[in-house]
């Protein structure tokens, strides 16, 4: 069963662009949604995250967006450049259980 | 501060064989995850121990795999009789996590990517 349901599996935006990932899960004991980014040859590091009793994050050009009705929530990169090129992990946890669920993820590609 | 160190970084073992892979969490956490990466899989969890005890290993297969957090030393992630489809990247993180907190920030190692010939 997959609990954390992450999309497109690949991206390939314009450097400038608006790059979105979507994820959505179906656990509503979730109330910790993190992103992680992950470079080639390395472990993923924790990008930015959430908690569900708010709707919107930032922090520079990331955003997470978060509809707690829908269960979904997304990554917004502004601006993205080539060395946002990576792939992209949505996550979700919860008080009960402290194992983090991870997405399949999302390999973005940055064109100059 | 080193981070989360993983060791080997690269494993080549003969159907069969044991493998072991090893991580030194960051210092001051005391949880350690372990992941398993294939490609277009994802991260998927494996166990979640804290030094001594097991917490979860809803993930882990039920032959062949097994780890430990001991007192002392580094967690350790065994597999035995290794079979081609082990071959993946496994990946280590650790955590200064308040149990139920749920909001562990993990910081991964490089992980150790393990070829099955």
């Not at chain 1, 954390?4 to 994820?23: A, E, F, H, T, Y």
């Not at chain 1, 990169?77 to 919860?94: E, H, K, L, N, R």
């Not at chain 2, 032959?63 to 350790?76: C, D, H, L, V």
């Not at chain 2, 035995?80 to 993946?88: F, P, W």
Request: proline fraction near 6%; aromatic fraction near 10%; charged fraction near 20%.
């Amino acid at each position: 069963q997959q609990q954390v349901k992450q999309s497109p599996q690949s991206l390939i935006v314009q450097k400038g662009g608006i790059s979105i990932i979507n994820c959505a899960y179906e656990n509503t004991a979730f109330d910790y949604f993190p992103w992680y980014q992950q470079f080639p040859g390395k472990g993923p590091a924790l990008l930015i995250a959430i908690r569900p009793d708010v709707s919107e994050k930032k922090e520079g050009r990331f955003t997470i967006s978060f509809n707690k009705s829908a269960k979904q929530f997304s990554l917004h990169i502004m601006d993205s450049q080539p060395g946002d090129s990576a792939t992209y992990f949505c996550a979700a946890s919860g008080r009960r259980d402290d194992k983090i669920i991870f997405g399949k993820g999302t390999r973005l590609h940055i064109l100059p | 501060n080193a981070g989360v160190m993983q060791n080997p970084r690269h494993l080549v073992r003969r159907r069969g064989q044991e493998a072991r892979l090893r991580c030194s969490p960051m210092k001051g956490h005391s949880h350690v995850y372990w992941y398993r990466q294939l490609p277009e899989e994802g991260l998927k969890f494996m166990v979640y121990l804290q030094k001594e005890n097991i917490i979860d290993e809803s993930g882990m297969p039920k032959e062949r795999f097994s780890a430990e957090f001991p007192k002392e030393g580094p967690s350790i992630l065994r597999i035995q009789q290794v079979v081609r489809g082990d071959s993946a990247a496994y990946f280590c993180a650790s955590s200064p996590v308040l149990q139920g907190s749920g909001a562990n920030v993990l910081t991964f190692g490089a992980g150790s990517r393990l070829t099955v010939l």
